[in-house]
């Protein structure tokens, strides 16, 4: 079994920053594709950011020059580093991974969510 367990969300001002971190733990052969999502409630859960099992990043087009992805594949853990935060960034904040078990299978798994408010 795997576990994603988030860390780092809070309240902040506008033009603050965030490192939200979620770290991989359980049965891991490797951790592959990572990604963080938001969700505001009663809006659909938005894709923020990607990073490959080789580095490789993608961004939503509403958070590119301010947030920044990375990853540590030896502690199988996945950053999100939020500058310049805008209240409309304020969401529900959720680890996503590709995890392949002792199997070599597969599988997706998410975090609970961290909450990241945003104050004007």
């Known amino acids: 079994q795997v576990q994603l367990v988030e860390s780092g969300g809070g309240l902040v001002q506008a033009g603050g920053s965030l490192r939200l971190s979620c770290a991989a733990s359980?049965?891991?052969?490797?951790?592959?594709?990572m990604a963080w999502y938001r969700q505001d409630p009663g809006k659909q859960r938005e894709l923020v950011a990607t990073i490959s099992g080789g580095g490789s990043t993608n961004y939503a087009d509403s958070v590119k020059g301010r947030f920044t992805i990375s990853r540590d594949n030896a502690k199988n853990t996945v950053y999100l580093q939020m500058n310049s935060l805008k209240p409309e960034d304020t969401a529900v904040y959720y680890c996503?991974?590709?995890?392949?078990?002792?199997?070599?299978?597969?599988?997706?798994?998410w975090g609970q969510g961290t909450q990241v408010t945003v104050s004007s």
């Open positions: 996503n991974a590709l995890i392949a078990g002792p199997n070599r299978y597969e599988y997706e798994y």
């Open positions: 359980g049965s891991i052969f490797s951790a592959n594709a």
